[in-house]
């Protein structure tokens, strides 16, 4: 059986109790015709660590008309990024 993995349609992404992030996911099987909505659920320093890989792979490509307005249009590599002052 193989497996694929989306986000659940319709959920948010949110804070739990115990202060981490839910990401609903859901989980379809081969011939499953029914699908299974989970949470991922990641400490802030994961989802931290998430949305930095994300931004270092999603650089340099320009968002789409329907991406949030929280991705700007301009990203800065690592590599590019330069600093002007120090505290």
Known sequence: ???????APG??????????????????GTGDRHPT???????????EHLHAALCRALDGQPPPPTAPD?????QA????AH???RA
Not at 1 to 7: A, P, Q
Not at 37 to 46: C, P, S
């Open 37 to 47: 909505d989970t949470d991922m659920t990641l400490t802030l320093a994961e989802a």
């Open 11 to 28: 959920r948010p992404v949110r804070r739990t109790d115990d202060d981490g992030i839910a990401v609903p996911l859901r989980l379809n």
């Open 83 to 85: 600093i002007l002052v």
């Open 1 to 7: 059986m193989s497996w694929t993995i989306e986000r």
């Open 70 to 74: 929280c991705r700007q249009p301009v």
């Open 77 to 80: 590599s690592p590599g590019a």
